[in-house]
């Protein structure tokens, strides 16, 4: 009978098969030719102690036993062409999620996409890195795909509450993703695999009578007696439908403006906001292994820290080793930073937000704009950046123990954000009382991590698109807005997700929803 053991091995045992099942053999008091097959099941890395072990979950099969493996497979999906429509604003995870879960129910989902597809957003992050260019409608943030995208491909949650985790990667996985987002604790596609499987579930989408609209956006919804009738889009085209999925992310600044100009009932959202921090990698792996050279066995290290400064949260978000930095500013006039790596990891820089929890009596001098007082008070950041670096892509920048010293550096190295840098004192982008905090964190972490606090690493500013500036109310039991019937507020730009797994589920969540209703 196969047995499932938890164990703790070296980082050259947890990669070698052969020396994996000598282990075992020895640990259960066999010979290792009476082991078949060895399943890994779960796998995680505890870097608590110096020396760095692996913490694995296993299933052995001996000779003779037949290996039950289970084959991940797509749903049966229907042909829903001529079946009810229902339009889907966005193709994030959220939406692509949602669409998928629609046509499980028979139903035929519509996505408008103010993007390109994912090979034509290419050109334009290419005009954004070389040419200092930036398209409103297609860039880091918008587009097939979404924000992450481009963006990393993180699939880590810690919302364990809100839905099937193991649902949304076993579906990533039957479209193209890597078995190993099954058994690693903290799963990663990447940004250069990420691309090939968003266009696979969109070809799936259209295959079963979906459709998906690239380069449509929306400026209006059509509402008769508070509920939704349609939408119509930025080239004068009107498509009619009494159920809309409002997926658009955390960066659609003109959305929220719509739904507060037809008073629409939205509310500011607290959020997080800071800079992007650089290491080397090998400086973080020294760090977090405490070693020297990592070796070929262990990844390049991640690090997670948090602490209470001046009553407030600062922490890390969003952390990328062996990655780059990447501009994603969404509108002309801005700076806007993020971080992402490839599949395999393996650039020679580390970073991560490192943000400050904000509260909404923070947004009080942008007071007068009501509901958007947060994202004005984000974008007022982004600007003033964006003029402090030159007017161009560049980013304000300046070395770490020189920012908690108010000293402007005197040159910047060389770092993996493309379109350059330029000295600035970072207090001159942010309120004093968020520079304050900023500067003391940075000698708290240093504490805790040390090491990290050094001039070797750079920061970046701003990172101010952490989650969404503004919530969009929706009834807890029918996920409609609170006020228009019809409209489904949903994933991170609606407030209810934070990354590319929570919004799945979300837009799952709705087109189930959805299902309810249109099957009654």
């Given at each position: 009978?196969p ?29 290792p ?14 870097a ?5 072990k ?8 001996f ?14 999906y229907?042909n ?8 889907i ?24 996409e ?15 890195n070389r ?14 795909g ?10 880590y949650t810690?919302?364990?509450?809100r ?25 990663h ?66 959305i ?19 800079v ?10 020294s ?7 990592r ?25 990328c ?28 820089t ?21 509901a958007?007082?947060?994202?004005e008070?984000?974008?007022?950041i ?14 304000p920048a300046?070395k ?75 009834d ?13 507020p ?19 969540k ?11």
């Open positions: 009978m047995r499932e053991l938890l164990l703790q091995v070296s980082p050259e045992i947890a990669s070698n098969e052969n020396l994996l099942k000598d282990y075992l053999a020895k640990e259960i008091k066999v010979s030719k009476e082991i078949q097959h060895i399943f890994i099941l779960k796998r995680s890395i505890d608590r102690q110096k020396a760095v692996f913490n694995l979950k296993v299933t052995i099969y000779v003779g036993e037949p290996i039950q493996e289970t084959k991940i497979e797509l749903p049966e229907k829903v062409e001529n079946s009810q429509e229902v339009i604003v966005g193709a994030g995870p959220a939406g692509l999620f949602a669409a998928l879960q629609l046509i499980e129910l028979g139903l035929k989902p519509i996505i408008i103010r993007g390109k597809n994912v090979k034509g957003r290419r050109r334009d992050l290419k005009a954004i040419d200092h260019i930036v398209d409103e409608d297609s860039n880091y943030c918008f587009g097939e979404g924000a992450g995208t481009y963006s990393d491909g993180k699939l810690r919302s364990k509450k839905g099937d985790v193991t649902r949304i990667l076993e579906l990533f996985v039957a479209y193209g993703a890597s078995p190993d987002i099954l058994v690693d604790a903290h799963p596609i990447g940004t250069n695999k990420l691309p090939q499987i968003i266009q696979d579930i969109r070809e799936k989408i259209i295959e079963m009578g979906g459709k998906v609209l690239f380069e449509t956006r929306l400026t209006d919804i059509i509402i008769k007696n508070n509920e939704v009738q349609g939408i119509v889009t930025k080239n004068g085209d009107t498509i009619l439908a009494n159920k809309i999925i409002l997926a658009t992310g955390h960066s659609a600044r003109d929220f403006e719509l739904l507060d100009r037809k008073q629409i009932f939205i509310e500011a959202k607290a959020f997080a906001l800071g992007r921090a650089e290491h080397p990698q090998s400086l973080i792996d760090i977090q292994y405490s070693c020297d050279y070796g070929q066995h262990l990844p390049p290290s991640p690090y997670s820290i948090v602490k209470q400064v001046g009553g407030r949260g600062m922490y890390s978000f969003c952390m080793p062996g990655g780059v930095i990447a501009p994603c500013a969404t509108s002309p006039g801005e700076v806007v930073t993020n971080g992402w790596s490839p599949s395999k990891r393996d650039q020679a580390a970073n991560s937000g490192i943000v400050v929890e904000l509260k909404l009596e923070d947004f009080k001098p942008f007071a007068k704009f009501g958007l007082a947060g994202m008070f984000q974008k007022s982004e600007q003033k950046a964006w003029q402090l670096a030159g007017k161009t892509q560049k980013v300046q770490m123990v020189d920012f908690t010293q108010n000293k402007v550096s005197s040159n910047i190295p060389k770092t993996s954000y493309v379109p350059g840098t330029t000295s600035v004192e970072m207090g001159q982008v942010f309120p004093g009382f968020l520079t304050q905090i900023l500067r003391e964190g940075f000698v708290e972490f240093g504490k805790s991590m040390r090491g990290f606090l050094t001039n070797e690493a750079v920061l970046h500013a701003p990172e101010s698109r952490t989650s969404s500036p503004v919530r969009i109310p929706r807890a039991e029918t996920l409609e807005h609170v006020q228009i019937k019809g409209l489904y949903c994933g991170e730009g609606a407030g209810y997700a934070g990354g590319i797994i929570s919004a799945a589920i979300d837009g799952e709705c087109a189930l929803k959805i299902g309810e209703v249109l099957g009654e």
